[in-house]
Nanobody
Framework: QVQLVESGGGLVQAGGSLRLSCAASGRTFSTYPMGWFRQAPGKERQFVAAITWSGNSQYYADSVKGRFTISRDNNKRTVYLQMNSLKPKDTAVYYC????????????????WGQGTQVTVSS
Protein backbone atom coordinates (compact mmCIF):
# COMPACT_ATOMS: atom_id res chain seq x y z
CA GLN A 1 0.00 0.00 0.00
CA VAL A 2 1.10 3.57 -0.66
CA GLN A 3 0.30 6.75 1.24
CA LEU A 4 0.74 10.02 -0.61
CA VAL A 5 1.18 13.57 0.65
CA GLU A 6 1.24 16.55 -1.71
CA SER A 7 2.89 19.89 -1.05
CA GLY A 8 4.00 22.99 -2.89
CA GLY A 9 0.69 24.54 -3.79
CA GLY A 10 -0.05 28.22 -3.30
CA LEU A 11 -1.02 31.50 -4.89
CA VAL A 12 0.87 32.66 -7.96
CA GLN A 13 0.34 35.29 -10.65
CA ALA A 14 -0.39 34.33 -14.21
CA GLY A 15 2.81 33.48 -16.02
CA GLY A 16 4.48 32.30 -12.86
CA SER A 17 5.70 28.87 -11.80
CA LEU A 18 5.13 26.37 -9.03
CA ARG A 19 6.62 23.00 -8.25
CA LEU A 20 4.41 20.44 -6.61
CA SER A 21 5.83 17.49 -4.71
CA CYS A 22 4.21 14.24 -3.72
CA ALA A 23 5.96 12.22 -1.03
CA ALA A 24 5.12 8.55 -0.78
CA SER A 25 5.45 6.02 1.98
CA GLY A 26 5.87 2.34 1.29
CA ARG A 27 8.73 0.37 -0.17
CA THR A 28 6.82 -0.45 -3.34
CA PHE A 29 6.59 3.16 -4.54
CA SER A 30 9.08 2.57 -7.33
CA THR A 31 6.83 -0.07 -8.88
CA TYR A 32 3.85 2.24 -9.41
CA PRO A 33 3.15 4.48 -12.34
CA MET A 34 2.25 7.88 -10.89
CA GLY A 35 -0.11 10.58 -12.03
CA TRP A 36 -1.25 14.09 -11.27
CA PHE A 37 -4.89 15.10 -11.52
CA ARG A 38 -6.69 18.33 -10.74
CA GLN A 39 -10.17 19.38 -9.78
CA ALA A 40 -11.57 22.88 -10.11
CA PRO A 41 -14.66 23.96 -8.14
CA GLY A 42 -17.81 22.47 -9.61
CA LYS A 43 -15.90 20.37 -12.12
CA GLU A 44 -14.85 16.76 -12.40
CA ARG A 45 -11.36 15.63 -11.53
CA GLN A 46 -9.27 15.59 -14.67
CA PHE A 47 -5.99 14.08 -15.77
CA VAL A 48 -2.91 16.31 -15.89
CA ALA A 49 0.19 14.13 -16.29
CA ALA A 50 1.52 10.65 -15.68
CA ILE A 51 4.89 8.93 -15.51
CA THR A 52 6.00 5.32 -15.69
CA TRP A 53 7.53 3.54 -12.70
CA SER A 54 11.00 4.00 -14.19
CA GLY A 55 10.47 7.62 -15.13
CA ASN A 56 11.39 6.92 -18.74
CA SER A 57 8.03 7.87 -20.22
CA GLN A 58 5.62 10.70 -19.49
CA TYR A 59 2.16 11.52 -20.73
CA TYR A 60 0.38 14.88 -20.58
CA ALA A 61 -3.04 16.35 -21.07
CA ASP A 62 -3.13 18.63 -24.10
CA SER A 63 -4.02 21.57 -21.89
CA VAL A 64 -0.68 21.43 -20.04
CA LYS A 65 1.65 20.02 -22.68
CA GLY A 66 4.74 22.18 -23.06
CA ARG A 67 4.11 23.98 -19.76
CA PHE A 68 4.11 21.22 -17.14
CA THR A 69 6.73 18.55 -16.50
CA ILE A 70 6.27 15.44 -14.40
CA SER A 71 9.28 13.69 -12.91
CA ARG A 72 10.11 11.30 -10.11
CA ASP A 73 12.93 10.33 -7.80
CA ASN A 74 12.44 6.76 -6.65
CA ASN A 75 15.26 7.02 -4.14
CA LYS A 76 13.38 9.85 -2.43
CA ARG A 77 9.97 8.25 -3.06
CA THR A 78 8.78 11.52 -4.53
CA VAL A 79 7.05 12.59 -7.70
CA TYR A 80 7.10 16.19 -8.89
CA LEU A 81 5.03 18.43 -11.12
CA GLN A 82 6.85 21.49 -12.41
CA MET A 83 4.28 24.00 -13.62
CA ASN A 84 5.42 26.92 -15.74
CA SER A 85 3.53 29.67 -17.58
CA LEU A 86 0.60 29.20 -15.26
CA LYS A 87 -2.81 30.46 -16.30
CA PRO A 88 -5.91 31.30 -14.25
CA LYS A 89 -7.61 28.24 -15.73
CA ASP A 90 -4.96 26.08 -14.02
CA THR A 91 -6.53 27.00 -10.67
CA ALA A 92 -7.60 23.78 -8.95
CA VAL A 93 -6.81 21.32 -6.20
CA TYR A 94 -4.01 19.11 -7.48
CA TYR A 95 -3.84 15.45 -6.50
CA CYS A 96 -1.15 12.87 -6.98
CA UNK A 97 -2.09 9.24 -7.37
CA UNK A 98 -0.53 5.82 -7.83
CA UNK A 99 -1.75 3.30 -10.39
CA UNK A 100 -1.45 -0.47 -10.09
CA UNK A 101 -1.20 -1.19 -13.77
CA UNK A 102 0.38 0.56 -16.68
CA UNK A 103 0.72 4.30 -17.08
CA UNK A 104 -2.73 5.75 -17.60
CA UNK A 105 -4.78 8.91 -17.95
CA UNK A 106 -7.90 7.20 -16.63
CA UNK A 107 -8.92 8.20 -13.13
CA UNK A 108 -10.29 4.76 -12.26
CA UNK A 109 -6.88 3.15 -12.93
CA UNK A 110 -5.47 4.97 -9.91
CA UNK A 111 -5.96 3.29 -6.57
CA UNK A 112 -4.05 5.46 -4.09
CA TRP A 113 -4.62 9.19 -3.71
CA GLY A 114 -3.19 12.06 -1.75
CA GLN A 115 -5.26 14.68 0.01
CA GLY A 116 -4.56 17.38 -2.57
CA THR A 117 -2.88 20.77 -2.61
CA GLN A 118 -4.51 24.02 -3.72
CA VAL A 119 -3.07 25.96 -6.64
CA THR A 120 -4.51 29.39 -7.33
CA VAL A 121 -3.41 31.47 -10.30
CA SER A 122 -4.42 35.12 -10.28
CA SER A 123 -4.82 37.17 -13.42
Amino acid sequence: QVQLVESGGGLVQAGGSLRLSCAASGRTFSTYPMGWFRQAPGKERQFVAAITWSGNSQYYADSVKGRFTISRDNNKRTVYLQMNSLKPKDTAVYYCAAARGAISSVLDDYHYWGQGTQVTVSS
